[in-house]
């Protein structure tokens, strides 16, 4: 009932910058995080960064000062905008949202939900 649908990746050189997008849909009620996490191959998904709808922020220590993340609450969208790229940068990118559905009548659901992946590539 609530997907994530990312877009933005593609390949990009060493040094070179991409923004990624993520727009959630769906019976929402309210969006509490929102995430961008990747995964190399070979390695475990790791985050990249989450930020809240409050917009409290957290940033993995290897991402801080190259990537921003933000969000647009009325589009239910967060960015990544991720500059001074590097071949270790590559990866499948996932957005993820914690998702509150429902109502006061019938009741709140919370739900985890993970985009399908947008795969970043940075290479000469």
């Known amino acids: 009932q609530v997907q994530l649908v990312e877009s933005g990746g593609g390949l990009v050189q060493p040094g070179g910058s991409l923004r990624l997008s993520c727009a959630a849909s769906g019976s929402i009620f309210r969006i509490n995080a929102m995430g961008w996490y990747r995964q190399a191959p070979g390695k475990q998904r790791e985050l990249v960064a989450v930020?809240?709808?409050?917009?409290?922020?957290n940033y993995a220590d290897s991402m801080k000062g190259r990537f921003t993340i933000s969000r647009d609450n009325d589009k239910n969208t967060v960015y990544v905008e991720m500059n001074s790229l590097k071949p270790e940068d590559t990866a499948v990118y996932y957005c993820n949202a914690a998702v509150v559905t429902g109502a006061i009548t019938s009741g709140y659901k919370y739900f985890e939900v993970w985009g399908q992946g947008t795969l970043v590539t940075v290479n000469s």
């Open positions: 930020i809240t709808s409050a917009g409290r922020i």
